[in-house]
């Protein structure tokens, strides 16, 4: 509880002084106007806000359903005793465990350059899917596993097949586990830069994105431009655009807590 404290201290010094810093320029043309390398009384993030939104939202839709099958192939279909199988659970952990900067770096040479796809809003997807990947099978499988298995001994006995098993009791049933980490999987991919400064994250865009080909700026990358900056008023600018990325952070976490108290069961 003391260490709990601590924690919960400075985090709230961090966030009172961030709020306290940005709050002048807590307003719509924060999230209205483009960014400005020379005018920050009129700068803003939009941008880098719809660059994020663009991102995220690819991210998941490669991630998630991706990530899920392969929990549900290794809990419900995988021999535990193949070889292969065990090369995949050994490999899945491992890739957990690698620096996100790594994966900047395979998104450069793999997805940019060999595939083609350039510096663009689909490397930068694909390339935080790789990196969010792992986590997502991971606590897929932990929510998968702790449906009781007498769940699928009662269907199976009652005729159903293995896949309906799967898809009408034990999926349902590890909805909480499953959302809860995806969720705080793709919270740690909206909040990476490492890697997507290998991927042409440029800080000065002044467009939104127009297609998942197109040029690309985000949160991350727009405040570590302003924090470069010399001027006091591009500070206050990054303070205002970190309240803005926490206040998204904590929309993606509460949905998280929300879907867990609806969908939890005691067994």
């Known amino acids: 509880l003391g260490a709990l404290a601590l924690v919960l201290l400075f985090l709230a010094a961090l966030l009172g ?16 106007n483009m ?34 099958a392969a929990a549900v192939y290794l809990e419900e279909y995988a021999d535990k005793s193949r070889w292969y199988n065990r090369v995949i659970e050994l490999n899945i952990q491992n890739l957990a465990a690698i620096p996100s900067i790594v994966y900047g770096i395979l998104g450069l040479g793999v997805i940019a350059r060999t595939f083609g796809f350039g510096f663009s809003v689909l490397s930068a997807s694909l390339t935080l899917a790789l990196l969010v990947l792992p986590i997502v099978i991971i606590a897929s499988r932990e929510a998968i596993r702790a449906v009781p298995a007498s769940i699928r001994e009662g269907s199976l006995a009652l005729g159903a097949t293995q896949w309906q098993t799967i898809s009408r009791q034990v999926l349902p049933a590890a909805i909480p586990g499953i959302a809860t980490g995806s969720i705080l999987a793709l919270s740690r991919a909206i909040g990476e830069a490492a890697p997507l400064l290998m991927l042409g994250a440029v800080a000065f865009v002044r467009f939104n994105p ?58």
């Open 17 to 32: 002084h961030v709020l306290q810093q940005g709050w002048p320029r807590l307003d719509s043309r924060l999230w209205e």
């Open 35 to 68: 960014p400005s390398i020379r005018r920050p009384e009129v700068a803003g993030a939009q941008s880098a806000i719809t660059g994020t939104l663009w991102v995220i939202s690819l991210t998941a839709l490669f991630t998630l359903p991706t990530g899920i």
């Open 210 to 267: 127009d297609g998942v080909f197109a040029s690309y700026t985000v949160l991350p990358i727009q405040i570590f431009n302003w924090i470069s900056q010399s001027r006091e008023e591009f500070h206050v600018l990054a303070s205002a655009a970190i309240v803005i990325l926490l206040a998204i952070l904590l929309v993606m976490n509460s949905a998280a807590i929300w879907l867990r108290n609806r969908y939890q069961k005691r067994w």
